[in-house]
Nanobody, 124 residues
């Protein structure tokens, strides 16, 4: 199982970005989560989506600004990020929880496979 995160970049506060996570192999309908790690800080949960796409969850800090979605036909999970601010600056990682689950979990310890990360930098 491999995950490839892309779509990061450098933007101004208030701008938008869409991150993509392409998954290979049998993980196309697994739970996928997005996490981020800012310099000097611990990795934190951002958002997650169930295999069917029916269940989602968001960190309070991004609720109302970020939207997670998936296209299983394209083996891709998206994270639409709007109204970005400097506190969103981090490396964003996508991760897969092994197996098909209808519920979602926010703890990183449940996610076995991780992508390489994509940098998001927001300038104020």
């Amino acid at each position: 199982v491999q995950l490839q995160a892309s779509g990061g970049g450098s933007v101004q506060a208030g701008d938008s970005l869409r991150l993509s996570c392409t998954v290979s192999g049998r993980a196309f309908n697994w739970v996928i989560g997005w996490f981020r790690q800012a310099p000097g800080k611990e990795r934190e949960f951002v958002s997650t989506i169930s295999g069917s796409g029916e269940a989602t969850n968001y960190a309070d800090s991004v609720k109302g600004r970020f939207t997670i979605s998936r296209d299983n036909a394209k083996n891709t999970v998206y994270l639409q990020m709007n109204s970005l601010n400097s506190e969103d600056t981090a490396i964003y990682y996508c991760a897969a929880r092994q197996g098909y689950h209808t519920n979602v979990v926010t703890s990183a310890r449940y996610y076995r496979y991780w992508g390489q990360g994509t940098q998001v930098t927001v300038s104020s």
